[in-house]
């Protein structure tokens, strides 16, 4: 018989760096989990990425749990595209950088899995939202 699921969190963790402090250790805590357990299988799963990759974890009635590793945010992407460090501070005034149609698909491509659309148009409106955000323009 399929366990019983309790809950699903979802975290953004910097790969290969997650321990018991906030925001990991309160946020499985308060479901029982075995916090040691999830820090070390996620740093196993993740030692070879880089950047901030989001894990999906779902706890069950008896206390374990099991998870998925998704993409790194679109944020991240398009700050590796432009190599900058942040967006920009004032969205729509200042100007963090530029992206191509091109940039755009390949991200959009990339980030297609964890997207809830199979339309790479959509996709793309997605991403250029993100990155209008953050005061990239795009051409």
């Known amino acids: 018989m ?3 699921v309790k809950t699903i969190l979802k975290l953004n963790i910097t790969a290969g760096k997650a321990n018991p402090a906030p925001p990991i250790g309160p946020a499985l805590g308060q479901h029982g989990v ?8 996620y740093n196993a799963k993740t030692k070879d990425m880089k950047g901030v990759v989001p894990a999906e974890v779902k706890i069950y009635e008896d206390r374990t749990f099991d998870f998925i590793l998704k993409k790194p945010p679109v944020s991240q ?12 501070k004032e969205p729509g005034r200042v100007k963090a950088g530029t992206l191509s149609q091109k ?3 390949e991200i959009a491509l990339e980030k297609m899995a964890d997207f809830n659309t199979k339309d790479l148009e ?8 993100s990155a209008r955000s953050m005061g990239v323009e795009i051409k």
Do not use: P, R, T
């Open 2 to 4: 399929a366990k019983k």
């Open 34 to 41: 075995n916090i040691m357990e999830f820090c070390q299988q």
């Open 77 to 88: 992407y398009i700050k590796s595209k432009l190599s900058i460090k942040n967006g920009s």
């Open 103 to 105: 940039d755009l698909e």
């Open 122 to 129: 959509a996709a793309k409106k997605i991403v250029a939202g």
